[in-house]
């Protein structure tokens, strides 16, 4: 390995780096966190407009004995097609749809025999 050169021969830095200029201090912020705009409070914004699956559900309750096409729902609540088909999907999947056939979907409804509320006390 050859020797080190002095300071004074070695080739200045290429061209267009900078060398890092000396701060007063660190530009750490240790204090309190920023207020973030996901950690609003809900009491203070107000009522938050229904979510698509809430608007999907309701619309679907007007007539909960009948399947639905995912055009129809998405005509109806003025949504891209594709996106609702795709959510669809995805809710059936989860369980809180039932798909009934190609690009159609029904409300879950339980079964006649199961009663809806648990039993009165004796």
Known sequence: ???????????PPPRG????AARAGPRLRLGRPRPRA???NPA???PQPPTRRQRVTASMTTGPHRDRSGRELAERLQITPRNLHTQLGEW????FITRTGFA????????ADTPSTTAPDP
């Open 92 to 95: 059936a999947k989860l369980g």
């Open 38 to 40: 996901h950690r609003k």
């Open 1 to 11: 390995m050859p020797p080190r050169q002095p300071a004074a021969a070695r080739a």
């Open 44 to 46: 203070r914004t107000g």
């Open 17 to 20: 780096r900078k060398a890092p």
């Open 104 to 111: 159609t979907y029904a409300l879950n409804t339980p079964p």
